[in-house]
């Protein structure tokens, strides 16, 4: 590495849901100095807006039209990432059941991605030292020249498991299925769909536990940052 100040690094951390994005690019992050972004809570909060104001999430051309109105901030700091819609912090009403099952809906929109992935792209420009960002399209379209792209993968009955341990009282089975369904529709949208992309690095943390994969990661960090 040349003298001076470290070039920026951007990380993309892409995967289904449970397989551990949010606590692997958080711990990431915070151990090399870097910002975060959950691009998930940006698709959860443009979610809560539109049902916030009455928009039927089943009606692609209503969520187009208005999809350029909530203005949505997400704070980069991995120990206390933080998100508002139009001011209001939403970081609690955006984990619902209920956004959670018309998250899908609202981000398969063409105009939804399209502002949401803009906000991504100056969100990133932004981060002095770089960035860590977590989704489903980071590697292969919203970041598509990222250093280091990963792809977080676990079979669907590990990833349940992690998910009805958050949400008590939910069992495993229905926990599974939503999830299960969930992938099935973000995999198959037209615009943008999950996707690993030909040039990340995909890692299947079925057997490993969290801390196994945060330095798994942190490692192919740092060799990437050595070579820059
Ligand atoms: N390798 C792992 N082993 C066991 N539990 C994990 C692992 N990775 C994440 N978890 C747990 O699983 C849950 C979901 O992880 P999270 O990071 O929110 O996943 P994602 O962002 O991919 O949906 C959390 O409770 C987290 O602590
Ligand atoms: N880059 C992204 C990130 C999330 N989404 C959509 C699709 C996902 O089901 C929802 C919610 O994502 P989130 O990461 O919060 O979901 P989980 O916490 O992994 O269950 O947002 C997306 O379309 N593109």
Request: glycine share 8%; charged share 25%.
């Given at each position: 590495?040349?003298?001076g100040?470290?070039?920026?690094?951007?990380?993309?951390?892409d995967?289904?849901?449970?397989?551990?994005?949010?606590?692997?690019?958080?711990?990431?992050?915070?151990?090399?100095?870097?910002?975060?972004?959950?691009?998930?809570?940006?698709?959860?909060?443009?979610?809560w807006?539109?049902?916030?104001?009455?928009?039927?999430?089943?009606?692609?051309?209503?969520?187009?039209?208005?999809?350029?109105?909530p203005?949505?901030?997400?704070?980069?700091?991995?120990?206390?990432?933080?998100?508002?819609?139009?001011?209001?912090?939403?970081?609690?009403?955006?984990?619902?059941?209920?956004?959670?099952?018309?998250?899908?809906?609202?981000?398969?929109?063409?105009?939804?991605?399209?502002?949401?992935?803009?906000?991504?792209?100056?969100?990133?420009a932004?981060?002095?030292k770089?960035?860590?960002?977590?989704?489903?399209?980071?590697?292969?379209?919203?970041?598509?020249?990222?250093?280091?792209?990963?792809?977080?993968?676990?079979?669907?009955?590990?990833?349940?498991?992690?998910?009805?341990?958050?949400?008590?009282?939910?069992?495993?089975?229905?926990?599974?299925?939503?999830?299960?369904?969930?992938?099935?529709?973000?995999?198959?949208?037209?615009?943008?769909?999950?996707?690993?992309?030909?040039?990340?690095?995909?890692?299947?943390?079925?057997?490993?536990?969290?801390?196994?994969?945060?330095?798994?990661?942190?490692?192919?960090?740092?060799?990437?940052?050595?070579?820059?």
């Amino acid at each position: 590495m040349e003298n001076g100040a470290a070039q920026p690094v951007i990380v993309a951390i892409d995967g289904p849901s449970g397989t551990g994005k949010s606590s692997t690019s958080k711990a990431v992050a915070a151990q090399l100095g870097l910002s975060y972004l959950d691009t998930g809570a940006q698709y959860r909060a443009i979610t809560w807006w539109m049902v916030t104001n009455g928009i039927d999430i089943d009606d692609p051309t209503a969520i187009a039209a208005v999809a350029g109105k909530p203005d949505i901030v997400s704070g980069t700091d991995p120990a206390n990432p933080t998100i508002t819609v139009d001011g209001t912090d939403v970081a609690a009403p955006i984990r619902t059941q209920e956004i959670t099952s018309k998250v899908s809906a609202v981000s398969a929109v063409p105009e939804v991605r399209a502002r949401i992935t803009e906000l991504q792209r100056s969100v990133a420009a932004g981060a002095e030292k770089g960035i860590v960002v977590e989704g489903r399209d980071i590697g292969t379209t919203v970041l598509p020249d990222a250093d280091l792209k990963i792809f977080l993968t676990a079979s669907a009955e590990a990833r349940a498991a992690r998910r009805s341990g958050e949400l008590k009282g939910v069992d495993v089975h229905t926990t599974r299925e939503a999830l299960i369904r969930r992938d099935a529709a973000d995999s198959s949208r037209k615009t943008s769909p999950l996707a690993k992309a030909d040039d990340a690095v995909e890692v299947d943390t079925t057997e490993l536990t969290l801390a196994q994969v945060i330095e798994c990661v942190v490692t192919l960090v740092e060799e990437k940052r050595a070579a820059k």
